[in-house]
Nanobody, 121 residues
Framework: QVQLVESGGGLVQAGGSLRLSCAAS????????MGWFRQAPGKEREFVAT????????DYADSVKGRFTISRDNAKNAVYLQMNSLKPEDTAVYYC??????????????WGQGTQVTVSS
């Protein structure tokens, strides 16, 4: 099993920045990719960003390209999401995800508990 613990959510004004962190523990040797999803009230959970653990290849949802940056620290088994130029429509619960595949887009094996991000206008 793999445990994922997110931190860094909060309330920020539009145009501001936040940095989310996700720490992985447990049997992480089987993880090839990590990433972030989000779920706004009344909406389905949607993909935000993914990073391959070994190569560092990244991919983003069109809605966050140029504003969000995903990165990882292999030594700490951690992944980060730097969110800049935040908009009210970015308000959601953000979930850390881990996958045994090359990207979380094709499947998620482990989820974090989620962290709330609220962007005020």
């Amino acid at each position: 099993q793999v445990q994922l613990v997110e931190s860094g959510g909060g309330l920020v004004q539009a145009g501001g920045s936040l940095r989310l962190s996700c720490a992985a523990s447990g049997r992480t040797f089987g993880i090839y990719a990590m990433g972030w999803f989000r779920q706004a009230p009344g909406k389905e959970r949607e993909f935000v960003a993914t990073i391959t653990w070994s190569s560092g290849n990244t991919d983003y949802a069109d809605s966050v390209k140029g504003r969000f940056t995903i990165s990882r620290d292999n030594a700490k088994n951690a992944v980060y999401l730097q969110m800049n130029s935040l908009k009210p429509e970015d308000t959601a619960v953000y979930y850390c995800a881990a996958s045994a595949r090359s990207t979380v887009v094709t499947g998620v094996d482990y989820w974090g508990q989620g962290t709330q991000v609220t962007v005020s206008s």
